[in-house]
């Protein structure tokens, strides 16, 4: 395992020479284990831009890709996201503010971690979703520069409407874009759902009973004998669990009440899934 952490470092440090801003606080904001990943045209691209951002909110805007996350840790995609950022002591300033997007190839995984004050109260739980919806559409098609200057973009307005004093959080805006507040229904679908709603249950009784007459069939897989919602997990020794604590950062001018950010103990907050 340490062998293997030691390869990512050595690796990644090479790398650190490719257009990196002299001035910048930290070495390099975008890292990978591949250098097929990235031209040097589109690296500088994706440093200058995030050494704009950085410097105007003394915040930082990372990206990591690996060919694959398990290679490094034994834990989850998360754990190696924290411990990349921590390895390269990311952030800004002596509290090392940040935000920090990692990808792992093999299986399509993603990590979106925070970290400081700032960071964790510009990222908040609910703003991590809006933002994961940013880049995500991008990196579906595999549209890696897309959904990059997408997720710079994203960050970059989410850490100055944080310094406006109106973070990106659960019903924090007028702003329909990142609002998740219910929005009152349109006349026009009210009444598409007053002339369609009658004769779409009627279809779906007739289906149900078109169902239970046919005749019955033997089952090969056990996912017919279990409920929908049971997910199943592979215990091991290599990674027993996170302790988290929950707070809620506030900011001045925030006037809407709950929200906020999950903190976990060693000072991360973050979100994972697919692309």
Same mark, same amino acid.
């Given at each position: 395992m340490k062998r293997k952490w030691i390869c990512l470092l050595l690796i990644l440090t090479a790398l650190l020479c490719l257009s990196v801003p002299a001035a910048a606080e930290v070495k390099g904001y975008v890292r990978f284990d591949n250098d097929d990943f990235f031209t040097e045209e589109e690296l500088?691209?994706?440093n200058n831009r995030a050494f704009e951002i950085g410097e105007r909110y003394e915040c930082g805007v990372y990206l990591v890709?690996?060919?694959?996350?398990?290679?490094?840790t034994d834990g989850d995609v998360r754990d190696c996201a924290e411990l990349v950022y921590t390895e390269f002591e990311m952030g800004w300033g002596e509290s090392h503010d940040g935000v920090l997007l990692l990808l792992s190839m093999a299986e399509r995984d993603y990590a =979106?971690?925070?970290?400081?004050?700032?960071?964790n109260a510009t990222f908040t739980d609910y703003g991590k979703d809006v933002l994961s919806d940013e880049f995500l559409p991008y990196f579906r098609y595999d549209d890696w520069m897309g959904g990059f200057r997408a997720y710079q973009e994203a960050c970059e307005d989410f850490l100055r409407r944080a310094e406006a004093g109106e973070p990106v959080d659960d019903y924090g805006y007028s702003d329909d874009a990142y609002s998740s507040e219910p929005h009152e229904m349109s006349n026009g679908t009210k009444a598409g759902i007053t002339v369609a709603g009658p004769g779409l249950a009627a =279809?779906?009784?007739?289906?149900?009973?078109?169902?239970k007459m046919k005749s019955a069939r033997r089952q090969t897989g056990a996912g017919r004998y279990v409920s929908q919602g049971l997910q199943l997990y592979v215990n091991q020794d290599l990674f027993t669990h996170r302790t988290e604590t929950r707070r809620v950062i506030q900011t001045e001018q925030r006037s809407h009440s709950g929200g906020g950010t999950t903190v976990s103990s060693s000072g991360f907050s973050g979100k994972t899934g697919k692309f």
């Open positions: 500088s691209e994706l890709m690996l060919e694959d996350y398990t290679i490094y =979106l971690i925070a970290y400081g004050d700032k960071g =279809l779906g009784v007739c289906q149900g009973m078109k169902r």
